[in-house]
């Protein structure tokens, strides 16, 4: 009862203390939302009410911000754009992102909702199946002018090999109308209604949209990303407006090929493994000794559906992934993981079923900015994740999140990680009273199905193909059936019953409120001085930190022009190999004692700081090189000497970069840190010294990229900024099966500039993707100018930064421009590079759809330059891979590279994707690789990158 009532009061007093001191900035703001039917998104019913998924999401919102609505009726979305850039609403839903829109409106973080395109049809139509899209051609497809679905059908129809009838009808009545009058064959709608009873057998080109805002309303935004955030992590409320209104009533036919249906025919049981320990999602029944739990309930659904027959066996995640990747089992049921893990792991992983918020659970008498000890589950992606991202922190494993709590419970580490159903059911145990949870939004929770390579692979495409049509309204319904909540006691019911403590309570907490006022009074002193000591030193070793250091170097400069200075920055070499061999307080000694010897070592009119980590700086007088140098190895012998009495069993070294700067020059001391840092960083590479002088030849580079960054935009106007074009080959006969276009920038002062001398510099600063752009637009001008003097046409493959597969507009930009020239898209190739993808691989992917959507080839670059990922190739399912020209130059001759490309090759060729290979410059590195089963390539051998008008000729050459 006691943990009850402190339970209760501390939401009262939160509540009261957020109702007397919090208010929306746009409490009590009218925002006018332009409406236009879109389906179950939003609609509007008999009587005039509005309804749908947009205004249950802005009801939410109003109700938290004090936001008031006024809807205006735009009859369609054209219109509401149009009122949208008068500023005659402010807010325009369901608005796709398109390059160019965001120049004339805001767009939020996080979409609405991802909107696919669906071909559907009557539920009596038996003349079309899902698994037979050849049994479309021909079919008569009602679309709705002017939206997205007709170029997506058409993108669809020439993906798919197959003609299309588009008829287009103004309206989603009008369409079903023309469906019920047999004047067309069936409907191709983004807007899905809940009161449809048709039959989807086409799914295709998903597309996330947005909430519009007009540039007059920039604080609306910010509440919108705030909230839709807030919306995001509360995990059931997509699945309660999904299972509301989109949850569209369409039936599936003829999911399974006859080849699968012969596998179920055959009625073997098939062998599934869960975790015991894992509730809600997975335990076993005390009573019964069932497998219980929300997977278990769809599990359920799918035997229904498909007929499978499953044998449940209740094991540990770690041992439940060795037994998968012998074969022991065919199924793991859950894991939290994505796609990657296939790399990783001997299986096939499923689509997810479930996503669900992370939270970080700690001690709340603790902090977990300052814990050193992490407790993971074994098994867990999410565990790999929290590692990889905490590598100074000591990681514990335990099997299960029970046994991770108990060890935060017990002391034994200071922060754990779970998906929030977990964490709320197993803290509703009294044993966890002492424990809080944190939002951890850098993770989310994916819930999968892993299947092993050894099973049938027909299981997996049935369990995959049950997945992708299972409805997420059932799914939502199972979270609430297998986990049901406690029953909240009401405010009233409380008081009612608890009257005397509910008085205690509201006593309490005035009292507590006049009592933290004049504590806040009595403090207020000394919480500023302290806060001054926090903004301008460093805790651990006692120097002033960056921020002090900056101020102080400016005023130095300011008061004394007559001596030179030199700025250093640098770092202590071994620190983290400390750190990871004798733990993190030898690690906090050394910096303590380093800081030590910088103080004594710097003399008056001097200054030293602890930037952050193990980086130092200081700002000394400059007297000469060799005497700087004299002066950084005393410290580090006296550091050596510390090294010694602490019996640290090597030598600790430091490394700086320097930049020399005079009384009488500029004052950004910023730039000055900038450019020491860029020498300390050319002395690590460099290895062979222990201080480096940002000095003339670093000078050139960074001007060099001063004068290119400023010069971009001419250069684009201009044209100056070209590609170049090198052949691809058929080894065996020599003939030209493609290019790739490489970008060259005619410089008017420079000359010729490689892309290594500046698109490094433009991928960090984000204007790579105009030159990207630029190029593939001239490379369809160039083909269209080709196509029309009759020459020859081969694929073009252009080269993509990652910052591209971030966009949601990117594959219909790229379609824009193919069309504005009349290039089939077939003919042009989309190349990303695979440490690219790693970077965002969910994106990546998502984006690779569309662009196989809208017909481009896709290609995966330098394959075999940094992770090799062959569970990535195989899911994202590229046309082609590009075997990177380091494979080709330093390992080819060796034989074990040989045996390493050739079952990269033969996979490739098993999952009907091509192999190029890149830098073949020799007769004998060809020899060897069309030896090895790959027969295209492109390298010096066959020809050097040219110009346009080389390449010209060259296909000129060509025609008979």
Known sequence: MKIFRYRIFLP????????????????????????????????????????????????????????RYKIVDCDDWPRGLQLLEQGQIDLLPCTFFLSGRENSMLFPDLPLAISFVSIAVKPDDARYRYDK????????????????DAPALAAYARKMGIRLSPVADTTTPALLQALRDNEVDAIATSQPRNDTPLRVVAHFSPEPFYFAVTPRKSRLLATLNEEQRRIARRVSATHELYGKYLSVN???????????????????????????????LTWEDPQTRAFSGIVANLFDKIRQATGLRFQFVPMSMSQSLSMVTSGEVDIVCALSGNFLWDKELFMRTTRPYLRTAVVQIYRRD????????????????????????????????????????????????????????AAAHLLKNPRYAGLSVNPADKYISNIRMGVSRQADLRLYSILDKGLQFLPESPVDSMVSAAGPLQRETTLAEFISQNPVSTFSALMLFFLTVTLLMGISLAIKSNSNKRIQVLLHRDMLTGLPNLYKFRQDCAKLLADTGKHAYVLLFGDICQFKAINDQFGFSSGDRLLRAYGDILRSNVGEGEL?????????????????????????????????????????????????????????????????????????????????????????????????????????????????????YQIKVDMRTGAIIGSEALVR?????????????FIPLFERNGLIMDIDMHVFTQVCKAMQSWRLRN???????????????????FPRQLAEIADRYAIPHE???????????????????????????????????????????????????????????????????????????????????????????????????AAILMRLGCFKAQGYYYAKPEPEHEFEARLAMLIT
């Open 133 to 148: 899209p050849a049994s479309f051609d021909g079919m008569r497809v009602g679309v709705i002018s002017g939206a997205r």
């Open 827 to 925: 003919l042009l190739e989309v190349e990303i590079t695979e440490s690219a993808i790693m970077k965002n691989p969910e994106a990546a992917w998502l984006r690779l759809i569309q662009l196989k959507q809208y017909g481009f080839k896709t290609a995966i670059d330098d394959f075999g330059a940094g992770y090799s990922s062959l569970g990535l190739v195989q899911m994202l399912n590229a046309d082609v891979i590009k075997i990177d020209r380091s494979f080709v130059l330093r390992d080819l001759p060796g034989q074990r590279a040989q045996t390493v490309l050739g079952n990269i090759i033969r996979m490739a060729l098993d999952l009907e994707m091509s192999v190029i290979c890149e830098g073949v410059e020799t007769a004998e590195q």
């Open 608 to 724: 030293c700081a602890r930037a952050s980590a193990d980086m130092y700086s200081m700002f000394l007088r400059y007297e000469g090189w060799e005497l700087l140098l004299a002066r950084l190895r005393h410290m580090d012998d006296s550091l050596d000497i510390w090294r010694q009495k602490e019996e640290m069993p090597y030598k600790v070294k430091t490394v700086y970069g320097a930049y020399i700067v005079s009384g009488t020059e500029g004052r950004d001391v910023q730039l000055m840190l900038n450019l020491a840092n860029y020498a300390r960083r050319e002395a690590k590479r460099n290895g062979s010294t222990s201080l480096m002088l940002y000095d003339e030849q670093m000078r050139q580079e960074t001007l060099l990229h001063q004068e290119l960054n400023g010069r971009l935009e001419t250069a684009l106007r201009e044209g100056e900024l070209v590609p170049w």
């Open 745 to 757: 920038w005619k410089h008017p002062t420079r000359g010729l500039l490689m892309p290594d001398s």
């Open 791 to 809: 020459l020859p046409l081969y694929t073009v493959s252009c080269n993509f930064s990652r910052v591209h597969f971030d966009r949601p507009g």
């Open 250 to 280: 369409m039936t599936e036919q003829s999911l399974f090929t006859l080849d699968e249906h012969l596998y179920l025919n055959e009625g073997k049981p098939v062998i599934v493994a869960y975790d015991p320990d894992w509730p809600p």
């Open 12 to 67: 009262v007093l939160a509540i009261a203390v957020y109702l007397l001191l919090s208010t929306s900035a746009l409490a009590g703001e009218v925002v006018r939302v332009g409406f236009f039917e879109f389906g179950d998104y939003m609609t509007r019913d008999r009587n005039g009410h509005y309804r749908g998924t947009v205004f249950e999401i802005l009801h939410e919102i109003s109700t938290n911000t004090g936001i």
């Open 366 to 421: 603790g902090s977990p900015q300052n814990g050193r000890r992490i407790a993971l589950r074994r098994g867990c992606l999410i565990s790999s994740q929290v590692a990889a991202d905490n590598k100074d922190k000591q990681a514990h494993y335990y099997d299960n999140l029970t046994e991770c709590l108990d060890a935060l419970v017990n002391g034994e580490t200071d922060m754990t990680y779970s998906d929030v159903y």
